[in-house]
C-alpha cells in the first residue's frame, strides 16, 4: 500500500518504519527541514532502540522515503497518517494546530479519494474538524474528491517504540465508512496474526480511549507516590507494600513504582488535555485528574525538597551529581522530565550540578544552553567527582549496580538520594552509604 505520514517524530517515525518493514511503499513528511535532511543523510533525529537499523533497511529496499514537500506527500498515499504534535496550549488544552495545518495541506492538494488517519492523540471531536478542514480547502478549490476521516491514536511506549509498534497490544480504531475500515484492516494486518488485535469502534471512543489510557496509567502513578509518602513517614516500606498489593489479578504489578513523578511528552498533557475537554465540552470536573496532577506536580519537587531538608535552603558551593535525564530510560526525550524541575531548583538554591544520561546529553545541552553552572560528565563516575550527593533521577539499566566502593570514593559525602528505588537500602548502606529513596525503611 502507499502511505504517507505526516510528522517525522517519535510516532511519525516509527509508524512510517513499521509500516514500510512490513512491505508499504511509505513516504514521510515533515515541515522541519533538517530533521529530513538527518534522514536524507543516513542518520535519525531521535535515540530509539532498534529505529536506525530499521530505517536504513527499509531506504535500501525502496519502502521509506523522507520529503519536505507537501505536493509530493499528498499525491503518494492513499492512506495519510497525521502524526505531527498536539501540545498543551496556554490554558492547557490540545494545540490542534499543527494537526488542522496538516489536514488542510492535505485538502489543498489531493486530487483522488484519500483516507486521513488521525494518529496524533486528539481531543474528542477532532476527526470533525480534520473533516471541515479538508472540505473547506475542496470547496475554496471547487472539487469534491471523496475522503475518510479515521481516528487510530498510537500506544507506543518510546523506549519500546518498534517493539509496540510490530506486536501491539490493541490497535484501535474509530471510523464508520466500511471502505476505509477494510483498508485499515488490511494496513495492519502483518501486525496481528497471532491473533485479532483491531477493536474497531466509532471515531469519538477511540479518540477518547487513548486518553483514558494515559489518564488511568497516569493514575497508577500518581497513587503510588502518595503512598509512597506515607509510607516513609509511617515507617513502611512501600517496596513490601508493592508487592503485596500487585500480587492481586484485579491490580497487578504494572505501574506501581514510585519515583519522583511522572514526565514526557504524553502523561502530563495529556492529563491536562482530558481535564480540559471535560471541563469545557462538557461541563465536568474530573475530580480525580485534578488529583493525579496536583500530586504529580508535587512529586517532581519530592527530591529537591529533600535535598534542602539534609543541607539547608541555601546550597550555594555545594555540588551534585545527576544521573538520568530523560524522562525515563531508553529515550532522549526530556520533555516533562523530572530531571528538569530538579535541575532547575538546585540551580536557583546556588549549587552546581554535573550530570550524565546515556544518550539524553545533547538534548540536555540544547534545554539549558548557556547555564554555565550545569557541567555534563563524560561518565557517571566522573559525575560524582566532588559532589556532595549522587540523586538519581532515570532508572537507566547501568545505574542497576554500579561499582559502590567507587562511588563512594569519588562523592565528597557518600551519600545518595534515589529517586527511582533502584535499590535495597541495605546494599549501598553496607558500603558506608548515607542512602535516601522514595518511601522506602
Ligand atoms: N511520543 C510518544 O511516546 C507518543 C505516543 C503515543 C502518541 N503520541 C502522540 O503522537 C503525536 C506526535 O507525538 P511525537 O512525540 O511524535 O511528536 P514530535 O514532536 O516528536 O513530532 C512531531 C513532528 O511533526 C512535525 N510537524 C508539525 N507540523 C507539521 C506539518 N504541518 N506537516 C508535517 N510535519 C509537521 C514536527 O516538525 C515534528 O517533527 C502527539 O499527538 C502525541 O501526543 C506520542
Redesign the pocket.
Known amino acids: 500500500m502507499k502511505v504517507t505520514v ?8 516509527v509508524s512510517g518504519t513499521c509500516l514500510a518493514e512490513v512491505g508499504n511503499d511509505v513516504l514521510c ?4 527541514p533538517r ?1 529530513i535532511q538527518t534522514l536524507n543523510d543516513g542518520g535519525i ?2 535515540f530509539e532502540p532498534g529505529l536506525l537499523d530499521m530505517v536504513r533497511r527499509n531506504v535500501a529496499a525502496g519502502r521509506l522515503r523522507f520529503t519536505t514537500n ?1 505536493e509530493e506527500a499528498v499525491a503518494h498515499g492513499t492512506i495519510q497518517f497525521i ?5 498543551p496550549d496556554e490554558d492547557g488544552s ?1 494545540d490542534l494546530q ?2 488542522l ?2 489536514a488542510r ?1 492535505i485538502g489543498r492538494h489531493m486530487s483522488e479519494f484519500k483516507v486521513i488517519v488521525d ?4 481531543p474528542v471531536g477532532t476527526a470533525d474538524k480534520v473533516r471541515a478542514a479538508v472540505a473547506e480547502e475542496l470547496a475554496q478549490r471547487g472539487v469534491d474528491t471523496a475522503f475518510s476521516v479515521v481516528s487510530n ?6 523506549g519500546a ?1 518498534v517493539e509496540d509498534f510490530m506486536r501491539p497490544d490493541r490497535i484501535v480504531i474509530g471510523a464508520e465508512d466500511p471502505a476505509a475500515i477494510d483498508l485499515m484492516r488490511a494496513l495492519y494486518a502483518p501486525f496481528q496474526r497471532n491473533h485479532e488485535r483491531l477493536i474497531i469502534m466509532d471515531v469519538r471512543s477511540a479518540e477518547l480511549t ?1 486518553y483514558a489510557a494515559n489518564a488511568m496509567l497516569a493514575t497508577r502513578i500518581s497513587f503510588m507516590n502518595e503512598l509512597a509518602n506515607l509510607a516513609g513517614v509511617l515507617g513502611a516500606d512501600i517496596e513490601m507494600v508493592r508487592q503485596g498489593m500487585g500480587s492481586d489479578p484485579r491490580i497487578g504489578y504494572h505501574f506501581l513504582y514510585p519515583g519522583c513523578g511522572y514526565g ?3 502523561f502530563p ?2 492529563v491536562q488535555a482530558l481535564q480540559r475537554t471535560a471541563r469545557l465540552d462538557a461541563g465536568i470536573e474530573l475530580k480525580v485528574l485534578n488529583a493525579v496532577e496536583e500530586a504529580n506536580d508535587a512529586q517532581k519537587r519530592v527530591l529537591p525538597n529533600k535535598v534542602r531538608a539534609r543541607f539547608g535552603d541555601d546550597l550555594s558551593g555545594r555540588r551534585f551529581a545527576v544521573w538520568g535525564l530523560a524522562f525515563k530510560p531508553n529515550t532522549d ?1 526530556m520533555r516533562e522530565a523530572p530531571s528538569r524541575q530538579l535541575i532547575g531548583d538546585l540551580l536557583a538554591a546556588g549549587a552546581t550540578v554535573a550530570a550524565y544520561d546515556p544518550v539524553a546529553m545533547h538534548e540536555a545541552q540544547r534545554i539549558f544552553d548557556g547555564e554555565t553552572r550545569l557541567t555534563l560528565a563524560s561518565g557517571p563516575l566522573e559525575a560524582l567527582d566532588d559532589a556532595d550527593a549522587l540523586i538519581i533521577v532515570t532508572e537507566w539499566k547501568e545505574f542497576r549496580s554500579p561499582d559502590f566502593v567507587a562511588v563512594k570514593a569519588r562523592l565528597k559525602t557518600p551519600l545518595i538520594f534515589d529517586g527511582r528505588n533502584l535499590y535495597e537500602p541495605k546494599l549501598p548502606r553496607s558500603f558506608g552509604i548515607e542512602y535516601h529513596a522514595i518511601g522506602r525503611r
Open positions: 505526516v510528522g517525522t517524530g517519535y510516532v511519525g517515525l513528511l515533515d515541515v522541519d530533521k533525529p531521535i507537501v502524526a505531527v504534535g498536539t501540545p490540545a499543527y494537526v495545518a496538516a495541506s494518529k496524533s492523540t486528539v491514536p498510537e500506544f507506543l511506549k518510546e517504540a487513548k514526557g511528552s504524553c498533557k495529556d526525550d
